[in-house]
């Protein structure tokens, strides 16, 4: 019994000591179990507290509890954004050792955030700061700019006489840009379109909001008979005597022989489209659509319409001397762009061509107007008028106007005069090509969700960054 008692006095004891760490000072080795001293040294307790013993070239860290290269020199001066400690590698090049929360940058010797608070991460950030999207054209523009304004459009505006500073639009400049038109830049915080706003004017519209642009109405800055949509080219030299004259072009080629498409989907510099060319004797071309830029900070939604579509082109005659018969061309379609962080278009936007007018004859009766374009359809060419004939050849045809485009296709070709081989010579002249297509296009840090109806398609690019 007594030799058990001494055992179990011993046990206790032992059990006592092992709890006051005896003979260690502390926790022993314990405090060294998780540290590797970056693999260039060895670890050691003394007075319960772990530290490194480095091998040579290398000091002990700020911790203690680390080896780092002794020439630092390469970290000299670098911060890591204030948010980690700038570290040689075994190569002697910098790197940064970034704080719980923050990683090192892909470039540059910068920690930055994991994320950004609310849906910024999805698109990651730059130094401590979510990135932002940078508006179109910013180099002429300018960028985004609190102005504590709100408005809500209707009714028209002139991008001419109307913008100036305190408009309907917030506050407005005219801006010139190389390679485009004019611009009327407004700016103000939100921007609502609720029932009916038509643009007109000389310059293209450029609206900058801080905060939002929503159209639950109709925005239109469509041509309208020969009168063109802001920021859209004018037209040019008539057509010859019979012939019809040539569709506006823009994203896609006008009829009968138009110029080649201009610009691209980028709408970089903005323009707008192209009136139709005019038909011999001062028949007027139509109108090419207007061009639009809507950039937000945060969101541009359109639950309703955005129209920039091409005007027809009139019709050539009558006249009675035969020399000027032949139509005039449709307008193109116009450009609008969207972009923001998030871009919703539920809506409908048009960019389509307007119809080319009919050919006339000299028997009193002028050709058909070619159709403005009407959202989900081609708008039709005007109809060629026919002339009097004789016994040997019959009535002779004049040319109809061709189609404007509709889903970014060309615009149609006129149809060419008929040939006349009587004496009387009764003249008719060609239709007008019909306008081509415009542009439209979307940029957003976020998918676009663009479920409504566009016609041409929409172009879903990717937004500047800064």
Same mark, same amino acid.
């Given at each position: ?66 080896c ?21 590698d ?8 970034c ?9 540059g ?42 408005r ?27 390679g ?16 009916s ?38 037209p ?19 009829g ?13 510099? +903005?323009? %707008? ?6 038909? @011999?004797? !001062?028949? $007027? &071309? /139509? #109108?090419? =659509? *207007?061009g ?8 541009v ?12 082109? +009139?019709? %050539? ?6 020399? @000027?018969? !032949?139509? $005039? &061309? /449709? #307008?193109? =379609? *116009? ?5 923001a ?12 061509g ?5 050919? %006339? ?8 107007? !070619?159709? $403005? ?26 040319g109809?106007?061709?189609? %404007? ?8 070709? !006129? ?31 976020l ?20």
């Amino acid at each position: 019994m007594h030799e058990l008692a001494v055992a179990r006095s011993g046990l206790s004891l032992a059990l006592a000591c092992l709890a006051a760490a005896c003979g260690g000072g502390g926790n022993g080795q314990d405090a060294c179990a998780e540290v590797t001293c970056s693999g260039h040294g060895a670890c050691s307790v003394e007075a319960g507290q772990a530290s490194c013993t480095c091998d040579a070239g290398y000091v002990p860290s700020q911790d203690g509890l680390g080896c780092e290269l002794a020439n630092q020199t390469a970290c000299t001066g670098e911060t890591c954004s204030g948010h980690g400690r700038c570290r040689l590698d075994a190569d002697e090049q910098p790197y940064c050792e970034c704080a719980a929360g923050y990683s090192p940058a892909p470039t540059g010797l910068e920690c930055v955030p994991d994320n950004c608070p609310g849906d910024c991460g999805a698109y990651g950030c730059c130094g401590d700061a979510c990135c932002q999207l940078v508006p179109t054209n910013a180099a002429v523009l300018g960028g985004f700019q609190a102005t504590g304004l709100t408005r809500s459009a209707s009714g028209e505006f002139d991008t001419g006489t109307q913008c100036s500073a305190g408009s309907s639009l917030g506050d407005c400049q005219v801006v010139v840009q190389a390679g485009g038109p004019g611009v009327c830049v407004c700016r103000l915080d939100e921007l609502t379109v609720p029932a009916s706003l038509r643009v007109t004017g000389p310059n293209a519209l450029a609206v900058l909001a801080e905060r939002s642009i929503t159209v639950g109405g109709t925005l239109e800055l469509s041509g309208r008979g020969d009168e063109p949509g802001p920021g859209a080219e004018g037209p040019g030299p008539e057509a010859n005597s019979w012939y019809g004259g040539f569709g506006g072009s823009f994203g896609s080629r006008g009829g009968s022989n138009g110029p080649a498409a201009r610009g691209d989907a980028r709408l970089s510099p +903005l323009l %707008g489209g192209q009136t139709g060319q005019p038909g @011999c004797g !001062g028949k $007027a &071309g /139509g #109108g090419g =659509g *207007g061009g639009l830029q809507l950039s937000a900070r945060t969101r541009v939604e359109v639950s309703g319409a955005i129209l920039a579509s091409g005007a027809g082109g +009139l019709g %050539g005659g009558p006249d009675e001397d035969g020399t @000027c018969l !032949g139509g $005039a &061309g /449709g #307008g193109s =379609g *116009g450009a609008v762009l969207l972009e923001a962080e998030q871009v919703v278009m539920s809506g409908r936007m048009t960019a389509d061509g307007g119809g080319g007018g009919g050919g %006339g004859n000299t028997e009193g009766s002028a050709g058909g107007d !070619g159709a $403005a374009a009407s959202p989900g359809q081609a708008a039709a060419g005007g109809a060629g008028r026919d002339g009097a004939g004789c016994a040997l050849v019959g009535n002779i045809e004049g040319g109809d106007g061709g189609e %404007g485009s509709v889903d970014g296709l060309p615009g149609g070709d !006129g149809q060419s005069y008929d040939t006349n081989d009587c004496d009387f010579h009764p003249y008719v002249g060609g239709g007008g090509g019909g306008g081509g297509a415009g542009r439209l296009t979307t940029k957003s840090l976020l998918p676009c969700d663009c479920s409504g109806d566009a016609s041409p398609g929409v172009e879903q690019l990717a937004p500047a960054r800064g």
